[in-house]
């Protein structure tokens, strides 16, 4: 387009930028009551400057802006002659019950956050970036991370410090539901990056799952795991979104 | 629930990189842990239970889901889904009508009527149209843009700093957005986030800019019209 034209007005974008004013914007306003085409142009802008709108930082708002929300939303109380003064007088006990409420299940959340996040990095050591990733956890938390490249190599990352039982390795397995562990190779207390295609192109796909067992040096001996399985994650594409 | 990025560093240890917020505006739906390899970021959701890691979409999806159904339940007039969109979304929102107004009182009352009109239109909301999020932003924005226009504010006004420079780009989930408007020329790219983060009209821009009205406008359309190619492409 040259920049002598200018392109037709795009009315929705400019009413989400807030550009359009007074009676422009009342009429626009007008014809978006009643135009859906045109409400879900609004919609399709206000989408697209979403990120715009969340990268303003956000500002807790004072207490005293959620207990008058609440003052017009709660029901008015069943007795006929009251003050002005009641629903106000009345309202901190509802409000109570509620922050209590919010209060436990914030409880809830700290314990399953202090308890269960962790994660480590994958350090890039591969040159292309992962199509899919897989966290091994144990009972008690995760364990590895594991990033699979397309054509199958794979970069494992330990998270913290840990080691296999005295005389024995982790050997790593790939199980697709339903079917016997097919062996991928070995994890070494520290990073290991296994080579191309030692994943089989078959099971480089979700929710097969990456599984660690402990077993004699040199691996299972009957080629399937002769142990429960330790640390195990799903394999978790990743999107083209990202 | 935001969860502690320092209980998070401290948990793993200073070579994880966890980003500074959880997804933003989704309240207690996701803590999000940068993984530092390409492009690769997990989460996990917390609602009283912690959920499996999933990536960055499968955590939007569910969220977003998560809002449209609490969204359902203040159109069913159940107060305390609104409590929890207020959770959710007042930081978010009383952020943004700080920006645009600059004043704690007039953005107070308007993150009030926001949520007002949020509890009394819950049953307008159109999940196929578009995300809960932005539909509260949508109310909020517009009933600020009420007050900017009774309070006719920054007409005139010298002593407003000059940040839409400052807009934080490349986060994840934005960069796609940052990428086109870092694409815009300078012109355009100011003046649509004078207008959309500042709340500037066409003519408090076209003064700030000591630029004629009309080229003002031409900047914008400009800009809007190359943004929505380029999210396109």
């Known amino acids: 387009m040259s920049d002598l034209t200018p392109p037709p007005p795009d009315r929705a974008g400019e009413y989400v930028l807030g550009v359009l004013r007074g009676e422009e914007r009342r009429a626009f ?27 303003v930082p956000q500002v807790e708002p004072p207490a005293t802006a959620w207990s008058e929300i609440e003052r017009i939303i709660s029901p008015p109380e069943p007795r006929a002659a009251i003050s002005r003064q009641a629903p106000r007088r009345l309202a901190p006990s509802w409000r109570e019950r509620f922050w209590d409420n919010v209060a436990i299940w914030r409880g809830i959340g700290a314990v399953a956050v202090a308890a269960a996040i962790a994660l480590a990095i994958l350090r890039p050591q591969l040159p292309a970036a992962p199509h899919m990733v897989a966290v091994l956890a144990s009972k008690s938390g995760p364990v590895f991370t594991v990033a699979l490249r397309g054509d199958g190599a794979m970069s494992i990352a330990p998270i913290g410090h840990i080691l296999p039982p005295a005389g024995k390795v982790w050997q790593l397995w790939a199980v697709a539901g339903g079917e016997k562990p097919v062996p991928i190779g070995f994890v070494k207390p520290g990073h290991t990056v296994l080579p191309a295609n030692d994943m089989p192109p078959d099971l480089r796909k979700p929710k097969i799952l990456i599984a660690v067992t402990v077993e004699p040096p040199g691996g ?16 978790l594409p990743i999107g083209s979104a990202s | 629930m935001r969860v502690s990025i320092q209980r998070l560093v401290n948990h793993l240890g200073p070579s994880v990189h966890p980003f500074e917020t959880v997804l933003s505006g989704y309240g207690n739906v996701t803590a999000r842990i940068h993984i530092a390899c390409p492009g690769v970021t997990l989460y996990k959701m917390f609602d009283g239970m912690e959920s499996d890691w999933v990536t960055e979409q499968a955590a939007k999806t569910a969220a977003e889901g998560e809002l449209a159904l609490v969204l359902g339940r203040c159109a069913a007039r159940d107060p305390s889904a609104l409590r929890s969109l207020y959770d ?6 009383f952020g943004i009508a700080l920006r645009l107004l600059r004043n704690r009182p007039h953005a107070e009352e308007t993150l009030q009527e926001a949520f007002l009109q949020i509890w009394r239109n819950a049953d307008r909301f159109d999940a196929a149209r578009g995300s809960p999020r932005a539909w509260m932003i949508g109310i909020l924005r517009y009933r600020a843009l009420d007050r900017l226009e009774t309070e006719n504010r920054h007409t005139g006004d010298g002593e407003l700093p000059d940040i839409a420079a400052d807009i934080p780009v490349g986060i994840e989930d934005r960069r796609a957005l940052s990428d086109c408007l870092g694409e815009l020329p300078e012109n355009w790219r100011r003046s649509v986030l004078l207008s959309f983060v500042e709340g500037y009209s066409h003519s408090e821009i076209a003064v700030r800019t000591n630029t004629p009205l009309g080229t003002v406008k031409s900047w914008i359309a400009r800009g809007l019209d190359a943004l929505k190619k380029c999210l396109e492409r």
């Open chain 1, 29 to 55: 306003e007008a014809d978006l009551a009643r135009d859906p085409v045109l409400a879900a142009e609004v919609a399709a802008w206000e989408e697209r400057l979403l990120p715009l709108a969340l990268t």
């Open chain 1, 220 to 235: 299972a001996p009957t080629g399937q795991p002769d142990t429960p399985i330790v640390f195990s994650g799903p394999l």
């Open chain 2, 88 to 93: 959710a979304m007042a930081p978010t929102l």
